[in-house]
């Protein structure tokens, strides 16, 4: 049984609906890649599963299961129970995901103290044992410094110490890399995946970059417009992308092993904009879809397996591949 | 920290130089414009004044000499720590204000206290319920509050709460004559205490209010807000540890500018209460041309500013550990 279970999840609000029907599910120890451009409702969907949504945003259907639970039917009391034991969360942001006047010794000891019952003495101790967990050099001697002493990408390494510091079953990571610089970027993933690895967590890691999901996840799944268009194994994905947009997204890359770097050529985009299906029935791509049929704008295509553990939300792929995989699958 | 303090405080001392020379010297030259001097005034109270008399007066006080002369004078005692000789007490001025000092200094801490606790509390339950019945309701109070005088507060605090209901003393700062040793004066000096303090902070108690408002509901928007969230915490902890520590730094430093203020309007409440403070000191000093009086209470009332600015930065220091980091 997988861990996390998001089935048919739609978010709306007021005026408008960032996540649309939204399903998928994390197996236990798994790297799940949840890919879109930015506004397609990724963050949405992940802050969703914490029920942590912005206070005019409301879940409008759909059930998310940890464990077998449904997150969406506990009380208050009993969610603040599961956040930061059993799901936590890293920002995109570290400069302001930190609270700023507050040592980060208490940042991490306060989670832990929120969820085991340990002394003073003992949870501190375990802060400096995360931090060195999290490489953070002379950890205890760093452990009462402030946010603002250390540098982005230690601040990044203190949240993740934070997030891993109950050891989640699930650990979320909202874009944890956008605003660090590339080299810093390598290192804070390959310690989300050390991390993994060795406390068997699942992660959510949320992302628009491709270069990160190819190297550090198991599966990805394809947000366009609050649908999943596509999900799939890593390898099979960057093999042969199956939705249209995914071909697009895929095609739209500086390949540098091709040496793409140094040719004159035009790079391929997507045309159009998100926007462009705004108010229109059907598939939300038909707009900007090289091979959108007029069965297309008339009713909205759900995502189907094509083969194990592979779907796509098209049906002129399906077509085009010989028809749905067994029964349809969600 | 240590180190942080030490630095904050020869920082502020360093400051506190040019800026209390300024204060004097401004001081003096704007006393100079005012009509009248006090052997004006004592001659007249007198009513059977000569022409000689009033010179003897003037050259007894050193009234007579140029300005600038009188200038140096006061400065050159000053040096030596001595505020000169007032007279219309026929006492040294540091004695006088020595008499008074404590009657405004507690005053003035209990006034910026309850400004402070009511504000801050008020403004959090305005934040926490932001546009719901209990924000609108205490936003219309605490509007009455900022556009109320606060002589207009202590009147009907006085009607209120001395006059109709005899709860609480309205005039001085203890019962004349009553003898009382122990707990049961302190108790008395406090219930004195109450109504001025109270008068006093009316209008700070507003202004602390909008401001810890605006201020919590500003923090709570801050990514670091979702992640004191994710941990799983309760949310009144979350408020008081994470979001109050941060709105609390604008509200200190306006709280720190605030000070002066506090010792304008303790001249008027001081006057209303009857209260032996500084505050009437001055207005007395004024009136009766006090020139020497009138330069110790505001040099003294500068140095409780500046006393208390560095107070507010210390605070600052604590509360948002970026401060005085660079």
Known sequence: MSLLTVDRLSVAFPGHTAVREASFSIAAGETLALVGESGCGKSITAFSVMRLLPSNARIASGRILLDGIDLLSLSEPEMREVRGAKVSLIQQEPMTSLNPVLSIGLQITEVIRRHERLSRKAARARAIELLDLVRIPDAHRRIDDHPHNLSGGMRQRVMIAMAVACRPKLLIADEPTTALDVTTQAQVLDLLDDLRRRLGMAVLLITHDLGVVAQWADRIAVMYAGRIVEEAGIEPFFAQPMHPYSRGLLGARVDVDADEHYSTNRLSEIPGSVGSAAGEAGCSFAPRCPVAESACRQAVPSLLALQDDRAVACPVTIAHEGGPHGAARR | ?326
């Open chain 2, 1 to 326: 920290m240590g180190r942080r303090i030490a630095a904050t405080l020869r920082r502020t001392a360093i400051h506190a130089v040019p800026t209390v020379l300024g204060i004097i010297v401004l001081d003096f030259l704007l006393l100079q414009l005012m009509p009248g001097d006090a052997a004006d005034v004592i001659a007249s109270e007198s009513g059977v004044a000569t022409a000689e008399s009033m010179a003897m007066l003037r050259q007894h006080f050193g009234l007579d000499q140029p300005v600038l002369t009188q200038l140096m004078n006061f400065l050159g005692h000053l040096a030596q720590f001595n505020l000169g000789f007032s007279p219309r007490y026929n006492m040294p001025v540091v004695d006088l204000i020595l008499q008074r000092l404590p009657g405004t200094l507690m005053l003035m801490v209990t006034a910026l206290a309850f400004a402070l606790i009511i504000g801050i509390a008020v403004g959090s339950v305005m934040a926490a319920w932001a546009g719901r019945w209990p924000d609108r309701i205490l936003s219309v109070v605490v509007l009455l509050f900022y556009s109320m005088p606060g002589f207009w507060v202590g009147l009907m605090a006085i009607v209120l709460f001395s006059v109709k209901l005899g709860w609480l003393p309205s005039d001085g700062d203890m019962t004349v004559g009553a003898g009382l040793t122990g707990w049961a004066m302190i108790a008395d000096r406090l219930r004195h205490l109450v109504l001025p303090a109270l008068a006093l902070a009316s209008f700070f108690v507003a202004v602390y209010a909008r401001l810890t408002r605006a201020s919590m509901l500003e923090v709570q928007r801050q990514d670091f807000m979702r992640t004191a969230q994710a941990k799983g915490l309760h949310p009144f902890l979350i408020q008081l540890r994470h979001a109050l520590r941060n709105a609390l730094v604008p509200v200190t430093t306006v709280a720190g500018m605030h000070l002066g203020n506090l010792l304008g309007g303790a001249v008027v409440v001081e006057t209303l209460f009857g209260w032996p403070g500084m505050g009437r000191l001055a207005l007395e000093a004024v009136l009766a041309r006090d020139f020497s009086t009138l330069l110790g209470v505001l040099l003294l009332s500068s140095f409780l500013v500046i006393v208390a600015n560095m107070l507010i930065d210390l605070l600052h220091a604590w509360l948002d550990p970026r401060i005085g980091a660079a």
